[in-house]
Nanobody
Framework: QVQLVESGGGLVQPGGSLRLSCAAG????????MGWYRQAPAKERELVAR???????NYADSVTGRFTISRDNAKNMLYLQMNSLKPEDTAVYYC?????????WGQGTQVTVSA
């Protein structure tokens, strides 16, 4: 099991930036593929970005060029730098840790992009 706690969400104006953080408990963090997902009201949860234990990243088309995922294995931390935010980025953002068939989720952090 990996315990995950997200932080950094909030209200931001269109065009603004936010940095989400995810603190991971447990010793398997460095082995896990870490990801950020989001779920907007009345929509399904979707992948935003993912980073493997080796540092390979992939992004949803909607955020490519605006968001950057990174990890610090020494600190057991996952980050999502979000720039040029749009109203359609409004959602609850979840951190995930996947190792084999085991997937753990954080409780989520709300991001609202509004003028």
């Amino acid at each position: 099991q990996v315990q995950l706690v997200e932080s950094g969400g909030g209200l931001v104006q269109p065009g603004g930036s936010l940095r989400l953080s995810c603190a991971a408990g447990g010793s398997i963090f460095r082995l896990a593929t870490m990801g950020w997902y989001r779920q907007a009201p009345a929509k399904e949860r979707e992948l935003v970005a993912r980073i493997t234990s080796g540092g390979i990243t992939n992004y949803a088309d909607s955020v490519t060029g605006r968001f950057t995922i990174s990890r610090d294995n020494a600190k057991n931390m996952l980050y999502l730098q979000m720039n040029s935010l749009k109203p359609e980025d409004t959602a609850v953002y979840y951190c995930s840790a996947a190792l084999g068939l085991l997937v753990n989720w954080g409780q989520g952090t709300q991001v609202t992009v509004s003028a």
